[in-house]
């Protein structure tokens, strides 16, 4: 297993997903979350002495986006509940019949039931495991109705984007609005993880996998509207749950990207700097198109017309 996939495990496969049709009313809704951005260039990547080199953070490079609109928060359980019950959609999760978990949310008799994956035990494959379920059977997403959803592939995001009419960020995109306007900094609010004492992002606090003592230890995930957002408007852009992008992952920045992996940003409530500090701004990382697990979530994004100059 590739280091980078202690981040998410990832299933492997590429499994089919559904057609879903675009609604009026589900669009409006989506339109009204959505902060627009000017097009513009900014510094993407990081030659972070703490980043992971192998995963493709650097070079540092100038990169231009066009004018675009992306999400205030990822989408949360709430929403997708509407859509799935405006089109009767399954996730790739309900049709495999299970999802990865971190055995830290799960009871201990589940916990003993749910084979753990190789190189990384402390993530266990849980049977009925889904949005709906978050951490498995006798947990339900109606009690984390402004949480972000999890459990959802990169074909169920983009199945809700469809319904929504918008779609899944670029990379350039996402990264360009987690900056929230700030050139080259290691977090969406500057350089200090923890400024002044204060918690800025959920992520694993406490002795990684054993103990969490972060505020959300019981449930993994914040509400998405957690902590204070950055420049543009933008909560939780690092930290809580790993974001979906459109692209094909590569590492090397001057060859196509590789098939069959797309690039997930942000890092989630499972980095810890003891092994993973994926929650900076330029980190990256990568799974597999079916893959779910309680740590991957995605925020929705629209293209629109440049301002007249």
């Given at each position: 297993?590739?280091?980078?996939?202690c981040?998410?495990?990832?299933?492997?496969?590429?499994?089919?997903?559904?057609?879903?049709?675009?609604?009026?009313?589900a669009?409006v809704?989506?339109?009204?979350?959505l902060?627009?951005?000017p097009?513009g260039?900014?510094?993407?990547?990081?030659?972070?002495?703490?980043?992971?080199?192998?995963d493709?953070?650097?070079?540092v490079?100038?990169?231009?986006?066009?004018?675009?609109?992306?999400?205030?928060?990822?989408?949360?359980?709430?929403?997708?509940?509407?859509?799935?019950?405006?089109?009767?959609?399954?996730?790739?999760?309900?049709?495999?019949g299970?999802?990865?978990v971190?055995?830290?949310?799960?009871?201990?008799?589940?916990?003993?039931?749910?084979?753990?994956?190789?190189?990384?035990?402390w993530?266990?494959?849980?049977?009925?495991?889904?949005?709906?379920?978050p951490?498995?059977?006798g947990?339900?997403?109606a009690?984390r109705?402004?949480h972000?959803?999890?459990?959802?592939s990169?074909?169920?995001a983009?199945?809700?984007c469809?319904?929504s009419?918008t779609?899944?960020?670029?990379?350039a995109?996402?990264?360009?609005?987690?900056?929230?306007?700030?050139?080259?900094?290691r977090y969406?609010?500057?350089?200090?993880l923890r400024?002044?004492?204060?918690?800025m992002?959920?992520?694993?606090?406490?002795?990684?996998?054993?103990?969490?003592?972060?505020a959300?230890?019981?449930?993994?995930t914040?509400?998405?509207?957690?902590?204070?957002?950055?420049?543009?408007?933008?909560?939780?852009?690092?930290?809580?749950?790993?974001?979906?992008?459109?692209?094909?992952?590569?590492?090397?920045?001057?060859?196509?990207?590789?098939?069959?992996r797309?690039?997930m940003?942000?890092?989630?409530?499972?980095?810890?700097?003891?092994?993973?500090?994926?929650?900076?701004?330029?980190?990256?990382?990568?799974?597999?198109?079916?893959?779910?697990?309680?740590?991957i979530?995605?925020?929705?994004?629209?293209t629109?017309?440049s301002?007249?100059?």
């Amino acid at each position: 297993m590739h280091f980078r996939d202690c981040c998410a495990p990832g299933r492997g496969t590429d499994g089919a997903t559904t057609a879903v049709a675009l609604t009026a009313p589900a669009a409006v809704r989506a339109a009204r979350d959505l902060v627009p951005l000017p097009a513009g260039r900014f510094l993407m990547g990081s030659d972070d002495p703490e980043g992971f080199p192998a995963d493709g953070e650097g070079p540092v490079r100038q990169v231009e986006v066009g004018a675009f609109s992306i999400a205030a928060t990822t989408v949360t359980n709430a929403r997708f509940a509407s859509f799935v019950k405006a089109t009767g959609y399954r996730t790739q999760a309900e049709e495999f019949g299970f999802s990865y978990v971190a055995e830290a949310f799960l009871p201990a008799d589940l916990a003993r039931v749910s084979p753990p994956v190789a190189g990384t035990p402390w993530w266990r494959a849980v049977a009925g495991a889904s949005w709906r379920h978050p951490a498995g059977p006798g947990s339900h997403f109606a009690s984390r109705q402004d949480h972000p959803v999890v459990h959802v592939s990169w074909k169920d995001a983009r199945a809700y984007c469809a319904w929504s009419g918008t779609r899944l960020p670029t990379e350039a995109e996402w990264e360009y609005a987690a900056r929230g306007g700030l050139e080259q900094r290691r977090y969406p609010w500057g350089d200090e993880l923890r400024p002044h004492g204060r918690d800025m992002c959920n992520i694993w606090q406490g002795d990684f996998p054993h103990r969490n003592t972060g505020a959300h230890a019981r449930t993994g995930t914040a509400p998405a509207r957690s902590y204070r957002p950055n420049g543009y408007g933008l909560y939780q852009a690092v930290g809580n749950v790993w974001e979906w992008c459109e692209d094909h992952f590569g590492a090397d920045h001057t060859k196509a990207p590789r098939e069959g992996r797309r690039v997930m940003r942000g890092g989630s409530h499972m980095c810890h700097d003891s092994y993973c500090n994926r929650y900076r701004v330029a980190a990256r990382s990568s799974n597999t198109p079916d893959s779910s697990t309680g740590n991957i979530g995605f925020r929705v994004a629209a293209t629109r017309a440049s301002s007249p100059s």
